[in-house]
């Protein structure tokens, strides 16, 4: 009787597991990741060991291979922590994505159209700044319609998605069009470039400090606590005498000019233009890689980082080996699938159907 | 129960061993045969020259079209510079955006040693020119696009071809098709209109339908154009619904600047005829689509790869057309097509060989009512318009002659612009 009720498998929830074996879960899923992308290889016809020897080659092996890794990681770094504070209060914020382009946009008008009349180091604040403060607006406002409305945020964030891709569209097709019928904005003037240290443009650095600034943010300040405990509770929150509607206001702005400033990094250190793709899905990318790191922001470097080496890794891996495109992508997914699945097995454990001593005794 | 599942669970992971082993015999002995394997095939003979060149595609050959035909290039100029005793290796980044991974291609492949890198798309050249600076000894193509003659670099180059004359040569057969009906009486002479759809309105697609007007005008003194713009290179459903707007407005020949097959197909379905460009469109239609033309880029490949085999220096802009076999057209569909059309294309396409027939030539189109007696060519102070250089001269505008970039702009009578400037 009791056999034909319970399901084959239940899950249940873990109490907290020791430290020591939730690195040793993670470390596992690694090496799965590892042992089924080996499969991959092989289904190619390429030796699995040719095949991560090509991939860390390739994403580290030379001073200019580290270069691009550190490209592709800068913006997802910079991205993970703008939208660790909003998922910290729960308030889901997929819309990292327009924020971005949005603060493109505000730093491309000041390259565009003040770049003569502007000396270079104020420009580039002023840009700096444009990137910001229309990457908080564009953020601000499915905040407020939350917190007066209650409306889903979700759905409201990532629809904004789509209108600032449309607008930047119309931009490079209308108003700002370089050459006519091109669709494609000029090239900044270099006074709007951001200069290079070590060989990649400074945007590292701006990054890094955000990360600092983030962590004392999150950890040390009232405002962070609010957060914190909005996260834990809205109605704990209210009842301890918070403005709640206030305060996902203030952290929306604050997640929006963070990734504003992103897009303002991406816009005139690499790009030196702006085009429609400037966020390149990595507002959504940056959502693996803030919940990977648990929302801490050190571990962002690392996890941003290891994705960059992923990244460059199958980029190599295409032009060496000529593996299809898609064929790195899969690897990528296979690593991300594991990585985020073994979260899972650290918070739930399996239950199977008889199982357990009392159950199958009874 | 635990242990039946279990047994289960193992016969799996079994079954997806063995499959996997099964399928990675497989894939090794499919990789040596490749078209296209890197080293370790090098010939016996000493005198094997081996070069190693990169392509960077916008999209990839599923396309069938824009980038389907740089790799027809491709695969032709690999099998042409063997038999002159050169081995070329090519690494191929497919997908590529006009963007900064743009950047991260170029870069990538001039690390693996590649010595020549070949962009094939327009918006590729201002990041393919922060790349090229740091890496003198390589060379650089950007494929239709216009920098080199301005950068102060020796090693980037421009190449295009005279797609024009193609497009000359099509608007023939189709104003032969048009002659035609309206001799037998199917149609009134006013009735002869052509629908066109454009990508942008951008140069390379003004020049090409004006050409194409220009050359149906030459067999069929009555008809006119009327032209759709789609506001993308490549958007299969987009370009359809065009083709079928302008079969709707009365249209009773499609031709296309994009990079789909639907306007082919919806012609045949509104039972109007076609004309193609960058691939053979007869196959998905074949009682609409009369020809097609395209760029047989193995001609500028073989030119340029040959260069750097041999260590020399080659034109920093390219751009030739029927003179080299750099435009070709594709099959004709004897079937629909007028009587004569063969004869008369043959004949055309040698006057345009020899020179002696000008594609632009300024007696056969009024511009607002009169003849066109200046245009200048290019722009040089970046503010894209043109301020120098005059392109008509001789009772021509020469178009491709300053650079290989197209920059024939002027709207001409007969053509009417349905959605005018897109975007």
């Given at each position: 009787m009791h056999e034909q009720h319970s399901p084959l498998i239940r899950l249940a929830k873990r109490d907290a597991m020791p430290r020591g074996q939730v690195w040793a879960i993670r470390g596992a899923s690694f090496v799965a990741a590892i042992l089924i992308s080996a499969l991959i290889f092989l289904l190619m016809g390429h030796s699995p060991l040719e095949g991560y020897g090509t991939m860390l080659s390739g994403a580290l092996g030379k001073p200019t291979a580290v270069r691009q890794t550190v490209r592709i990681a800068i913006p997802l770094l910079g991205t993970a922590l703008a939208i660790a504070p909003c998922f910290k209060m729960r308030f889901?914020?997929?819309g990292a994505e327009g924020q971005i382009t949005a603060g493109a946009v505000g730093a491309s008008y000041f390259a565009l159209f003040w770049a003569d009349r502007l000396p270079v180091p104020v420009l580039l604040v002023v840009m700096a700044l444009a990137g910001a403060i229309f990457g908080g607006l564009w953020a601000l406002v499915p905040a407020f319609f939350k917190a007066r409305w209650g409306t889903n945020e979700t759905l409201f964030t990532l629809m904004m998605n789509y209108i600032m891709i449309g607008v930047v569209k119309w931009l490079q097709g209308g108003p700002w069009e370089g050459r006519p019928g091109s669709q494609i904005i000029p090239q900044f003037d270099s006074a709007a470039v951001l200069p290079k240290v070590l060989g990649v443009h400074c945007g590292w650095i701006i990054v890094l400090v955000m990360t600092v600034a983030v962590f004392i943010y999150m950890k040390y300040t009232k405002q962070g606590y609010e957060i914190a405990v909005i996260g834990e509770s809205e109605n704990t929150a209210r009842y301890a005498g918070m403005s709640v509607g206030k305060i996902i206001m203030r952290t929306m702005f604050l997640s929006g000019a963070m990734a504003g400033l992103v897009g303002f990094i991406v816009a005139s250190g690499a790009d030196n233009t702006l085009h429609s793709g400037v966020a390149a899905g990595v507002g959504f990318t940056a959502i693996t890689v803030a919940w990977l790191a648990q929302l801490n922001p050190f571990a962002m470097i690392a996890i941003s980082m290891l994705l960059g080496v992923l990244e460059k890794g199958a980029d190599t891996l295409q032009t060496r080996?000529?593996?299809?495109?898609s064929i790195s992508d899969i690897i990528t997914g296979i690593f991300l699938f594991c990585m985020l699945g073994c979260e899972f097995f650290i918070n739930y454990r399996l239950i199977f159907r008889g199982g357990h001593k009392e159950v199958a005794g009874k | 129960m635990k242990k039946r599942l279990l047994a289960m669970l193992l016969a799996g992971a079994m079954m997806f061993g063995l499959a996997a082993c099964g399928n990675s015999d497989e894939g090794s002995t499919q990789t040596p045969a490749g078209e296209n394997t890197p080293a370790g095939t090098e010939e016996t003979g000493g005198e094997t020259k081996t070069v190693k060149v990169g392509l960077i595609c916008?999209?990839?050959?599923?396309?069938?079209?824009y980038t389907y035909n740089f790799i027809r290039g491709k695969d032709a100029v690999t099998e042409k510079l063997a038999e002159k005793g050169i081995n070329v290796e090519w690494s191929v980044k497919w997908n590529i955006g006009e963007d900064s991974s743009c950047e991260e291609a170029n870069l990538e492949l001039a690390e693996e040693g590649c010595q020549l890198i070949i962009n094939n798309?327009?918006?590729f050249e201002p990041y393919m020119l922060k790349v090229a600076p740091d890496y003198p000894e390589i060379e650089f193509i950007a494929c239709t696009n216009q920098a080199s003659w301005c950068d102060d670099l020796e090693n980037t180059h421009n190449a295009f071809a005279n797609i024009y004359e193609g497009r000359y040569l099509a608007g023939i057969v189709a104003g032969m098709k048009m002659q035609e009906m309206i001799d037998n009486g199917e149609i009134t002479a006013d009735q002869a209109v052509i629908g066109y759809v454009g990508a942008y309105s951008f140069a390379e697609v003004i020049s090409g339908f004006t050409a194409y007007y220009l050359g149906a005008k030459s067999v069929c003194p009555s008809v006119t154009m009327k032209v759709q713009f789609v506001g993308s290179w490549s958007d299969a459903t987009l370009e359809g619904n065009a083709a079928q707007a302008l079969c709707d407005a009365g249209c009773i020949m499609i031709s296309q600047h994009s990079d789909n097959t639907t306007p082919a197909t919806a012609a045949q379905n509104a039972g109007v005829f076609h004309t193609g460009y960058n691939n053979d469109m007869i196959s998905v239609a074949e009682d609409a689509s009369l020809i097609g033309t395209r760029i047989d880029w193995s001609v500028y490949f073989e030119y340029a790869i040959e260069a750097v085999a041999n260590g020399e220096s080659f034109d920093q802009d390219w751009c030739h057309g029927m003179d080299e076999g750099a435009v070709v057209m594709t099959p004709?569909?004897?079937?629909?097509?007028?009587?004569?059309t063969a004869e008369k294309l043959a004949e055309v396409e040698e006057q345009i060989r020899s020179g002696e027939l000008q594609v632009f030539d300024t007696s056969t189109f009024t511009v607002d009512g009169a003849e066109l007696t200046t245009c200048l060519a290019l722009d040089t102070d970046g503010d894209f318009v043109a301020d120098s250089e005059e392109a008509v001269f001789d009772g021509a505008f020469h178009e491709s002659y300053f650079q290989s970039a197209p920059y024939f702009t002027v709207e001409i009578d007969g053509i009417e612009w349905l959605n005018s400037a897109f975007g």
């Open positions: 889901w914020n997929i080996l000529e593996v299809p495109a | 916008i999209g990839d050959e599923n396309d069938q079209g798309s327009f918006g004709l569909n004897e079937a629909i097509a007028a009587e004569g």
